[in-house]
C-alpha cells in the first residue's frame, strides 16, 4: 500500500469512522489557556484553573448533550481535570462514548519574507507526546494550520509549508494511535467573493491531500476539518444552499472517498449561521460520499457562555442553551434543523478580524 | 473557480456523465495504423486502408451490439471514413446514441537517462486538432501516458513528466470542446506483488490528481482509465476478488468524487479475465461514488479478429462473437456478469512482455 499501515491501522479506522456517525459531531473545547482567558474575560471571569475546570464542567455533564457528540478535542490541561466530585473527565466522555481529543500544535509563526502568513508548529517530541495522551485516554488528535486570502496569498510557500506540516503531524498521529484532525483553516476576512474562496480552498486541499499521499497516510483513518465555502468577512452573504452548494463541490473536486468524513469549523459564523449552513450542505442533492458534520467551538459555547456568566446559579440554564445548539447541530447532520434553537445571542456573528486562537 | 469553466463546460459535464452510464462502456477501437496492422497480419490479413475499414464496419454494424456501448474510440483515420454503403461511421454511431472519441496522442519516446522510462508526444498544435475533431463529431478524446514498475521505477521525473503531460492534454481538450480521458497505464510487466502495484498507482494517481488541479481541469468534464490494481506478469495470479478490493480502494484513496467514472483498461487480459474482474469490483460492498467501467481494445476484439480471419462469410460470426464480449462487459459494469461468455478464444491471454502500441 502508499499508506502506512501500522498497528493502530484497524482503530483508527474504526475511531475515525465512529466520528462521523450520523447525528454526532464534535465539540472543539480546545481552547489554550490564553484563548479561553480572552472567553472568561468577555464574561467577567477570571481566568483560573478552577474556572476553566468549572466551565468544562458544566459544558460535559449537561443532561443529555453528549449522545449528540462522537468526540471532544480537549487542551492538554483538561485531559488530566476532574469534576469537583473527582471524576476525570476522560471518565465521563468514556462513559457516554465520546472519544476525548488533544490539540497537540503549538500555535503559528510567521513566515519571513510573506505578508503575515504563517506555519504551524509542534512537530519536535510531538511522538513522545501522541503516546502520553492516548495513555491518558486520548483517540484523535488537532492541529490548525492557517491560510489567509488576499491579493498575493495564500503564496505557494504557504500552501506548501502547511500542507506538509499538516502531513507530518499526521503521520505521527497514526504511528501513536491518533486519528488525526486535518484542520487547514482559509480565514474568512477580506472583501473576495465566494468564487475566490472556492478556488483557494480547492487549491489547498488539493494540495492537502497530495502532501498526505506523499507521507503515506491512512486515508481511511483521518477527518478533515475545513471551512466551509463563504465569501469572505468584507463581502455580501449568500444564501445556505449557495454555500452549500460552493463547500460540497469544492470538496468533491479534492477529498477522496476513502475520508470518512468532514468536520466543519465554524470560523466567525454566528452560532445559527453555522447550524443552518451545515444542514443547507446535508440537503445538498448528488454526490457525498463522507459524513458532513461539525467541529465547532465557538458556534456550540458562545450562547452558553453568556448564560453562565461564571455564576453557580446558572448552570442549569447554561446547559439547557448548550444541550440545544447540540441538538440543532446534530439535527444539522442529517438534514433535518428547522431552525428555533436560537438562544439570546445566537445569531450574533462571533467574526474577530484575524482571529488569534 | 480552481477549475476552468469555458464555453462547453455544461457539455462536457453532460457527455462524460453519458459515457459513466451503468451498462455501458467504452469500445478502444483507435489502433493506430502500425498496431492495428500487428492485429490483421496476426490473422493473415493484409493491412490496407480497405481491411481496416472493413474490421471497423464490422464491428460497429455489430447488431444490437452498440446499445452496451456509450462511446467508441477512433483513429484519425476511421473517423473520417464509412461504411460500404458510404455512411459515414461519426453517423452510425451517432444515431445509436453512441459518443464517438479519438485518439490525440502521437506516441511516447524515451526519457533520456532513465531505465527506458517515457513520456507521450502530441502537444504540438493539440488545439486545433481537438476543435477539428471536435467539427468532426468527436465528443471526448484519449491521451496514453505509459509508466513502469522496475526497482526504481517509476521514477520521480517520469511520474511528474506524465502528470503534467496528461493534465496539460486534458485543458486543451476542454478548451475545445472535448471530454478528455486521461490515461496513466502502468504496465503490469514485472515480478512484483499486488501490493507494490497499489502502492505505485496510488502515488501515480495522487500525482496525475494534483496535476490536474494545477492546471485547472474540470474534473466533472473527465474520465480516468486506468490498469486494474494487480499482480506483475511474472508473479503468481489472485482472484477477482483480491483485485477488486485492491483496485477499489487504490481509487478511493485517490479519485476525487467529482470525477463521474472510471473506465478500466485491460491491459494484457484475457477476455474473460477482463469482464471477471471489472464484474468483482462492481460487486465490491463499498461505497464507489464514480461508476466502474470499461474501456477495453484487445479484450473486447481478440477472438472477434480470430473468427473473422479477414473473410466476409465469416462477418456474422464474428459479429455474433463481439455482440457476446459486448453483453459480458455490460453486464460486469452492473456486477451481474454470470460467466457464461468465458471459455475458448475468451480466455486466452492477451499479454505481450513490453507492448508497444
Not at chain 1, 274 to 297: C, D, E, R, Y
Not at chain 2, 122 to 145: E, H, I, P, S, T
Amino acid at each position: 500500500m502508499s499508506c502506512f499501515k501500522g498497528k493502530y491501522a484497524d482503530e483508527l479506522i474504526a475511531n475515525a469512522t465512529y466520528i462521523g456517525t450520523p447525528g454526532k459531531g464534535i465539540l472543539a473545547a480546545d481552547e489554550s489557556t490564553g484563548t479561553i482567558g480572552k472567553r472568561l474575560s468577555s464574561i467577567g471571569v477570571e481566568n483560573s484553573e478552577s474556572n476553566r475546570r468549572a466551565l468544562r464542567e458544566l459544558l460535559f455533564c449537561t443532561p443529555g448533550a453528549l449522545q449528540y457528540c462522537s468526540g471532544i478535542i480537549l487542551f492538554e490541561e483538561t485531559l488530566y481535570q476532574k469534576t469537583a466530585a473527582g471524576k476525570p473527565f476522560v471518565e465521563i466522555m468514556k462513559e457516554n462514548k465520546v472519544l476525548p481529543g488533544i490539540k497537540v500544535d503549538k500555535g503559528t509563526v510567521e513566515l519571513a519574507g510573506t505578508n503575515g502568513e504563517t506555519t504551524t508548529t509542534g512537530l519536535d517530541g510531538l511522538g513522545q507526546r501522541c503516546a502520553q495522551y492516548y495513555e491518558a485516554g486520548a483517540r484523535f488528535a488537532k492541529w490548525r494550520a492557517v491560510l489567509k486570502i488576499s491579493a498575493n496569498e495564500p503564496s505557494q510557500l504557504s500552501i506548501n509549508e502547511n500542507a506538509y506540516g499538516l502531513a507530518r503531524y499526521a503521520m505521527i498521529c497514526q504511528e501513536n494511535g491518533l486519528v488525526p484532525i486535518v484542520e487547514p483553516e482559509i480565514l474568512v476576512d477580506g472583501p473576495h467573493d465566494i468564487n475566490k474562496c472556492a478556488d483557494v480552498t480547492e487549491r489547498v486541499l488539493a494540495a492537502c491531500y497530495k502532501a498526505l499521499n506523499d507521507h503515506h497516510v491512512l486515508l481511511e483513518g483521518t477527518l478533515l476539518k475545513p471551512n466551509m465555502v463563504t465569501p469572505g468577512s468584507d463581502s455580501k452573504k449568500v444564501a445556505p444552499e449557495v454555500v452549500a452548494e460552493y463547500t460540497v463541490r469544492a470538496l468533491l473536486r479534492t477529498m477522496p472517498a476513502a475520508v470518512p468524513a468532514v468536520v466543519f469549523l465554524s470560523g466567525g459564523q454566528s452560532e445559527e449561521e453555522a447550524t443552518v449552513n451545515l444542514n443547507a450542505i446535508n440537503k445538498v442533492q448528488g454526490k457525498k460520499p463522507w459524513s458532513l458534520t461539525f467541529s465547532f467551538g465557538r458556534a456550540l459555547q458562545q450562547s452558553t457562555l453568556k448564560a453562565w456568566a461564571g455564576k453557580e446559579e446558572n448552570v442549569k440554564k447554561a446547559q439547557e442553551v448548550f444541550l440545544a445548539r447540540c441538538k440543532a447541530n446534530s439535527e444539522a447532520t442529517l438534514g433535518k434543523y428547522q431552525g428555533g434553537a436560537a438562544a439570546e445571542g445566537a445569531t450574533e456573528s462571533l467574526h474577530i478580524k484575524d482571529y488569534k486562537y | 473557480m480552481s477549475a476552468f469553466v469555458g464555453k462547453y463546460a455544461d457539455e462536457l459535464i453532460k457527455n462524460a456523465k453519458y459515457i459513466a452510464t451503468p451498462g455501458k462502456g467504452i469500445l478502444a477501437a483507435d489502433e493506430s495504423t502500425g498496431t492495428i496492422g500487428k492485429r490483421l497480419s496476426s490473422i493473415n490479413v493484409e493491412n490496407i486502408e480497405s481491411n481496416r475499414q472493413a474490421l471497423r464496419e464490422l464491428l460497429f454494424t455489430a447488431p444490437n451490439a452498440l446499445p452496451y456501448l456509450s462511446g467508441v474510440i477512433l483513429f484519425e483515420e476511421t473517423l473520417y471514413q464509412k461504411t460500404v454503403d458510404g455512411k459515414p461511421f461519426v453517423d452510425v454511431l451517432l444515431e445509436a446514441n453512441v459518443l464517438p472519441g479519438i485518439k490525440v496522442d502521437k506516441g511516447v519516446v524515451d526519457l533520456a537517462g532513465t531505465n527506458g522510462e517515457t513520456t507521450t508526444q502530441g502537444f504540438d498544435g493539440l488545439g486545433a486538432r481537438c476543435a477539428a475533431f471536435y467539427k468532426a463529431g468527436a465528443r471526448f478524446a484519449k491521451w496514453r501516458a505509459v509508466l513502469k514498475i522496475g526497482a526504481i521505477e517509476p521514477s520521480e521525473l517520469s511520474i511528474q513528466q506524465n502528470a503534467q503531460g496528461l493534465a496539460r492534454y486534458a485543458i486543451i481538450c476542454q478548451e475545445n470542446g472535448l471530454v478528455p480521458i486521461v490515461e496513466p497505464e502502468i504496465l503490469t510487466d514485472g515480478s512484483h506483488d499486488i501490493k507494490k502495484c497499489a502502492y505505485v498507482s496510488e502515488m501515480v494517481l495522487a500525482a496525475v490528481y494534483k496535476a490536474l488541479n494545477e492546471q485547472h481541469v474540470l474534473l466533472e468534464g473527465t474520465l480516468l482509465k486506468p490498469n486494474m490494481v494487480t499482480p506483475g506478469s511474472d508473479s503468481p495470479k489472485v482472484t477477482p476478488e483480491v483485485i477488486a478490493e485492491y483496485t477499489v480502494t487504490t481509487l478511493r484513496r485517490t479519485v476525487p468524487a467529482a470525477v463521474p467514472g472510471i473506465v478500466f483498461l485491460s491491459g494484457g487480459q484475457s477476455e474473460e479475465e477482463a469482464t471477471v474482474n471489472l464484474n468483482a469490483m462492481n460487486k465490491l460492498e463499498v461505497l464507489k461514488p464514480w461508476t466502474l467501467s470499461f474501456s477495453f481494445g484487445r479484450a473486447l476484439q481478440a477472438s472477434t479478429l480470430k473468427t473473422w480471419g479477414g473473410k466476409a462469410e465469416n462477418v456474422a460470426a464474428a459479429q455474433a462473437t463481439f455482440l457476446a464480449r459486448c453483453k459480458a462487459n455490460s453486464e460486469a459494469t452492473l456486477g451481474k456478469y454470470g460467466g457464461d461468455g468465458a471459455g475458448g478464444l475468451a480466455s486466452e491471454s492477451l499479454y505481450v512482455k513490453g507492448y508497444k502500441y
